[in-house]
Structure formats: C-alpha cells, structure tokens
C-alpha cells in the first residue's frame, strides 16, 4: 500500500468550531471545493464536485470536536479503498492541532499522482486553518 499522505496544522479556533467546517457542506464549501453537500450523520454520503466527475465519500465515523472519518463511496478512479481522517486534539502551545491523513492508496499508484494529491491536500488543510482563524470564506476549488 502506497501513502498515507498526512498534514498536520495548529489552528487557532475552539474545536467545535473546526469541527462544523469539516463535517458540514457550508463548512466544507468555505476551504475545499464551493460544490460540497455532507451532513455530520455517520452513514450518509457527502459529495464534491469539482467541475467534472463527483467524488462521494461517505460518512465512516464522527466524533463531535474530535473526530471526522470518510471512506470512498465512488466518483474518483485511483481513491477506491481510500480513507480520510480529520483528528482534533488539544494543541501543545494553544490552539487545536488537526491531523489529516488520506491513506488505503493502492501500490500501483504512480508516486507523482501521490505527490499531486499530497501537494493539494496540503494547500486544502492550509484553506482550512485560514477560513477557521479569520472567518474568510476561501475555497480551493471556487
């Protein structure tokens, strides 16, 4: 198995807060794609669009201010078996430290699209940090 591909970022917000931004389509639309649509509800399908195919994840596992858990329900070849986890812990220094991780990659993945989708989901985890601190509404993919 290849990856997983992890970013960690302190946030300066309360963990609730963050929490609505990843597990809500509002909140989602504000940082990552403008065409989100999740509902914090374990079982239920969250869809992104990005101007082509509509990736599905569906809602795997939620902890309130703590926890979002996605596994891959269709629409992007190459994601099948992924899984993305969204964890909230107390900061050392103050704030939340969030921990991404998209992991299950295949092994025949090609290391440059493992590296392209590293690369976005870092910039992705960076729109977060600054939609949650200054209340901007940015999306990655507008």
């Given amino acids: 198995m290849a990856g997983p591909v992890m970013h960690t970022v302190t946030i300066k917000g309360e963990p609730d807060e963050i929490y609505k931004a990843i597990s809500t389509g509002k909140g989602l639309g504000s940082f990552w794609t403008r065409d989100s649509q999740a509902e914090p509800k374990v079982g239920s399908i969250a869809k992104f669009g990005f101007g082509g195919p509509k990736l599905e994840l569906k809602v795997a596992e939620l ?51 493992l590296a392209s989708v590293n690369y976005t989901w870092g910039r992705v985890v960076g729109r977060l940090k600054k939609h949650v601190e200054t209340g901007e509404v940015v999306p990655y993919f507008p």
């Fill in 63 to 113: 902890k309130p201010g703590k926890l979002v858990r996605w596994s891959d329900a269709g629409g992007f070849p190459g994601w099948e078996g992924t899984t993305i986890t969204w964890e909230i812990a107390p900061a050392k220094d103050g704030g939340q430290e969030v921990r991404f991780s998209h992991s299950g990659w295949p092994e025949k993945l090609p290391p440059s699209e």
